[in-house]
């Protein structure tokens, strides 16, 4: 089965930047739709951003104007390029492809 495993979070102040990336093991981003979702303590997990199969980007609008969704051309990885971020960016980020989930990676921003 293929597995996706996400990396890139941390600890960021407000207003800083992190990429997080999504590699699969496989290259099943070429293709086929996928998104970053969040989830922030006590809250349901949310779409933030989604790469459509021909490549279309969607984002939710808190996150508009901030965040990039990205893949390589192999089709083996998806990053997430987060500038500005804030507070209630916090949250652990989950990529996603269908049924398949990765394990998350923790970001944390600080005011």
């Known amino acids: 089965q293929v597995q996706l495993e996400e990396s890139g979070g941390g600890l960021v102040q407000a207003g800083g930047s992190l990429r997080l990336s999504c590699t699969a093991s496989?290259?099943?981003?070429?293709?086929?739709?996928m998104g970053w979702y969040r989830q922030a303590p006590g809250r349901q997990r949310e779409l933030v951003a989604s790469?459509?199969?021909?490549?279309?980007?969607n984002y939710a609008e808190s996150v508009k104007g901030r965040f990039t969704i990205a893949k390589t051309a192999n089709g083996y990885t998806v990053f997430l390029q987060m500038n500005s971020l804030k507070p209630e960016d916090t949250g652990i980020y989950y990529c996603?492809?269908?049924?398949?989930w990765g394990q998350g990676t923790q970001v944390t921003v600080s005011s």
């Open positions: 996603n492809q269908g049924e398949l």
């Open positions: 496989d290259s099943i981003f070429r293709r086929r739709p």
């Open positions: 790469l459509t199969g021909g490549g279309s980007r």
